[in-house]
Structure formats: C-alpha cells, structure tokens
C-alpha cells in the first residue's frame, strides 16, 4: 500500500530525488515472507527463494534472513544469496544452460543440488565433479511434466513443446546412464511448469504428475529424498491492494492434499513472484501530456528498459497517479523509449494528469528492477526502500 504520507516524503525530495525509482515497501515484504514461511513451517515445506525474480540486496537479507533457502539460475546468482545471507547448503541450481563456470561456482560452494536438464549436463557436471574429486555431489532431474500452466506461453515451462526438462519418454536412457556417473548422485526430482499460475487446478494436475513420476523411481529402486515442485503462484496485477498478501495458505494445501510423499521425503517450493511482487512499485513522473484526435497521451519518464513485462508479455500493471485527485480522464501511458512497445497501458482511467505529477506502476517488484536495461543508453533505476526514506540521495 502506497499510503499518503510516503508521497509527500518523496515531493519534498522532489528537487534531489530523480525518477524513475524503485520503491519497496519493507513491512509489506517481510509480512509476505513470515505469512509464507509460516504456512510452509505448518507442514514442513521447505522454501527456496527464486533470486531472478529480484535480487536487490536488501530485500535478500530480509527473505534469506528469515530462514529461506535459494534457487538461482547462474554463478552470479549463487554468489549475491551467499553475499546476502543465503547458507550454501539451501542453494538449488537450476537452468537449462550451466555454463561450465557456472556450474565450478556451484561444486566449489557445496551448493544442496544441481537441478539437471539434459543428459549432457549431467555428463558434464560429473566431468567437473570429477576433475574436483574428493566429493559425490547432489543432483535432481527436472522432469517436464506436460501440464498446461494456463498462464502466458513466454512463461509457461511445463509443455512438452517446452525446452525445460526430461520428458518421461528419456527416463530410461537417463538412468542408465546415471549408473556410470561415479560423482553424481541422485536425491530429487524437480518440476516447474510456469509463472503467475492463478488457476489452482493446474497444481492438482501438477501433484498428480509428481505422484506418478515418483512412484515410477521408488520401482526402480531410487530411494529419493526430495521432491521440488517449483515456483508459479501469481499475484493479483488487476488490485493488488485487495490481495497485497497471496494466498499461501490455500496454495500450500493443494499440495498438501493432492502430493504423495513417500515416508522420509521433503517437499521444496521456489516461489519468486509471489514473495516480492506486491512490495514493489516503479515510481515515475510525468514528463509531457500529448492530446492527439483521438488519444490523450501520458508520457512518462519510466520506460521499458525500467519494466519490461508490459512490452514482453502483455502484462497489466494497475496504474496509479499519487499526485492528483482531479476527475478522470481516457489516457495512455508511456515511455519515451523508440519502440511502439513502450506503452505501460492503453485507455486507463486516471485522474487528470498534469507534467510533474508521480505515477505509481504497481505490482513491479518481481521481474521488474531485475529485467531492466539500458537500451538506449538510459541509466538503470535506482531503488526507494520505505525503511530508509531519509537517506534518499
Ligand atoms: N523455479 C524455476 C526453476 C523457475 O524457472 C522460476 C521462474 C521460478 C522458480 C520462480 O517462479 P515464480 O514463483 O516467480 O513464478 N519474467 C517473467 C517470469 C519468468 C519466470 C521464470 N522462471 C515475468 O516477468 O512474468
């Protein structure tokens, strides 16, 4: 919630304050991340935060802090949790591409489990173990289960069209193949099928597939010791300040109800989107009103090298303008970026807008501050923590 006092703080910084930001409201995270963890302690669920969602380092200390464990997709990513809190033993490394330096960084820090995709990735992760020595390592299969997510295909991940995961179809040549890996060992199996999963039928279609995948290894004689299903739990973009906290609760049970553990076997989660989404805003000011024939156009000084995902994936952020309260006018708003993509929204209802007002994009704490660029030469946003208003420079 972006309350009213927080916007007069930042027009008395106006003059030194340089948009656009990124404001983070800190209690709103660390209620999201005690509700989250709590619910999972419930029932002994363990969690690994998904650092691409957001890897500012102050929000790192708060979830690591907490007592979560990482998921990260690259070297770079498994030293910013260890910087920030993160303990080597939690870490779980996905991605369909390691790198051969990416995956030393995870064998030289003991990491808890490469999670592997392919059959020359494990070759190639029991070569560098090998050449290591002295250790077995931990490995897990990320399994592409075939489950729709329902969700926007560039963030859909569980098809078999998909370029992530095993696909049932490999599991014998994988295990035979596992037979010779002397430095592998194989603890877990891994799943995630999407982002921003709203529907929860699709994780009661997604703990079926586990069911059948895990009883497939135990007659194969796999003792394995985890089970990772993933991230995937959207957000409400439409009114976050209806659902500022997501349900974790109703998420968790799914699970709880539908997943067949086997005696001994821990349940793992990678939420991303769900942990930080919410605490996020990317703050703006309006740079020109443009009246066209038939569109009133709000140019801000945000773009999409600040925010992507309107321009990538379509994605709605609900769109707030903190300066005015005037009566409502059509608008569309936009970045000054030469791409016709640059658009935040198309035919928004907002108050009458004016040069210099703020505007709040809101829901832009996961995949926001993390995905921005440069393009065009632009700098990067800089990052307005609610706890540390004083110190804005
Ligand atoms: N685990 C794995 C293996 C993943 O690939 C992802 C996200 C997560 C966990 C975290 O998922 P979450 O809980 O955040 O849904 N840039 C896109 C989202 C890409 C998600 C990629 N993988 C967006 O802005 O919507």
Redesign the pocket.
């Given at each position: 919630m972006i309350d009213k006092a927080i916007i007069d703080q930042w027009s008395s910084y106006k003059s030194k304050t340089k948009t656009p930001f990124y404001y983070y409201d800190v209690d709103l995270l660390k209620q999201t991340v005690a509700t989250a963890k709590n619910e999972a302690d419930k029932r002994g669920y363990i969690l690994h935060y998904?650092l691409?969602?957001n890897a500012n380092p102050n929000l790192l200390k708060i979830i690591f802090g907490a007592g979560f464990g990482a998921?990260c997709v690259s070297g770079n990513e498994i030293f910013r949790s260890l910087q920030n809190g993160a303990k080597q033993e939690t870490i779980a490394f996905?991605g369909v591409g390691k790198s051969d330096l990416d995956i030393q960084i995870g064998l030289y820090n003991n990491i808890f489990v490469f999670n592997c995709e392919s059959i020359p990735e494990i070759e190639n992760i029991n070569y560098l173990a090998r050449l290591k020595g002295l250790k077995i390592y931990n490995i897990g299969l990320r399994i592409n289960p075939d489950v729709d997510a329902k969700t926007h295909e560039y963030?859909s991940?569980g098809k078999k069209e998909n370029k992530f995961g095993i696909s049932a179809w490999d599991f014998d040549k994988v295990i035979e193949k596992l037979e010779t890996m002397k430095y592998l060992r194989l603890t877990s199996l891994h799943f995630?099928i999407g982002?921003?999963i709203t529907d929860m039928n699709v994780f009661v279609e997604l703990c079926q597939r586990v069911n059948s995948f895990n009883q497939w290894f135990k007659d194969r004689g796999f003792e394995l010791e985890h089970i990772n299903v993933?991230?995937?739990?959207g957000v409400d973009y439409q009114t976050p300040d209806k659902n500022l906290i997501p349900d974790f609760a109703t998420y968790f049970s799914v699970f709880e109800q539908n997943l067949k553990l086997f005696p001994g076997q821990k349940l793992h989660f990678?939420?991303?989107?769900?942990i930080v989404a919410q605490c996020g805003s990317l703050i703006t000011r309006v740079l020109y009103i443009k009246e066209g024939k038939t569109k009133n156009f709000v140019i801000v000084d945000a773009g999409m090298t600040d925010l992507i995902?309107p321009a990538l994936?379509h994605?709605h952020h609900h769109i707030e303008n903190l300066s005015s309260d005037a009566p409502e006018k059509v608008y569309d708003v936009v970045g000054p970026i030469c791409e016709s993509s640059d658009c935040f929204a198309k035919d928004v209802l907002l108050p009458e807008t004016k040069r210099g007002n703020f505007i709040a994009l809101r829901s832009a704490g996961?995949?926001g501050e993390v995905?921005a660029s440069q393009y065009n030469l632009r700098e990067l946003p800089h990052a307005v923590f609610s706890d540390k208003l004083g110190s804005v420079k």
């Amino acid at each position: 919630m972006i309350d009213k006092a927080i916007i007069d703080q930042w027009s008395s910084y106006k003059s030194k304050t340089k948009t656009p930001f990124y404001y983070y409201d800190v209690d709103l995270l660390k209620q999201t991340v005690a509700t989250a963890k709590n619910e999972a302690d419930k029932r002994g669920y363990i969690l690994h935060y998904a650092l691409k969602a957001n890897a500012n380092p102050n929000l790192l200390k708060i979830i690591f802090g907490a007592g979560f464990g990482a998921d990260c997709v690259s070297g770079n990513e498994i030293f910013r949790s260890l910087q920030n809190g993160a303990k080597q033993e939690t870490i779980a490394f996905a991605g369909v591409g390691k790198s051969d330096l990416d995956i030393q960084i995870g064998l030289y820090n003991n990491i808890f489990v490469f999670n592997c995709e392919s059959i020359p990735e494990i070759e190639n992760i029991n070569y560098l173990a090998r050449l290591k020595g002295l250790k077995i390592y931990n490995i897990g299969l990320r399994i592409n289960p075939d489950v729709d997510a329902k969700t926007h295909e560039y963030i859909s991940t569980g098809k078999k069209e998909n370029k992530f995961g095993i696909s049932a179809w490999d599991f014998d040549k994988v295990i035979e193949k596992l037979e010779t890996m002397k430095y592998l060992r194989l603890t877990s199996l891994h799943f995630h099928i999407g982002s921003q999963i709203t529907d929860m039928n699709v994780f009661v279609e997604l703990c079926q597939r586990v069911n059948s995948f895990n009883q497939w290894f135990k007659d194969r004689g796999f003792e394995l010791e985890h089970i990772n299903v993933g991230g995937g739990l959207g957000v409400d973009y439409q009114t976050p300040d209806k659902n500022l906290i997501p349900d974790f609760a109703t998420y968790f049970s799914v699970f709880e109800q539908n997943l067949k553990l086997f005696p001994g076997q821990k349940l793992h989660f990678e939420p991303g989107r769900s942990i930080v989404a919410q605490c996020g805003s990317l703050i703006t000011r309006v740079l020109y009103i443009k009246e066209g024939k038939t569109k009133n156009f709000v140019i801000v000084d945000a773009g999409m090298t600040d925010l992507i995902r309107p321009a990538l994936y379509h994605a709605h952020h609900h769109i707030e303008n903190l300066s005015s309260d005037a009566p409502e006018k059509v608008y569309d708003v936009v970045g000054p970026i030469c791409e016709s993509s640059d658009c935040f929204a198309k035919d928004v209802l907002l108050p009458e807008t004016k040069r210099g007002n703020f505007i709040a994009l809101r829901s832009a704490g996961a995949y926001g501050e993390v995905m921005a660029s440069q393009y065009n030469l632009r700098e990067l946003p800089h990052a307005v923590f609610s706890d540390k208003l004083g110190s804005v420079k």
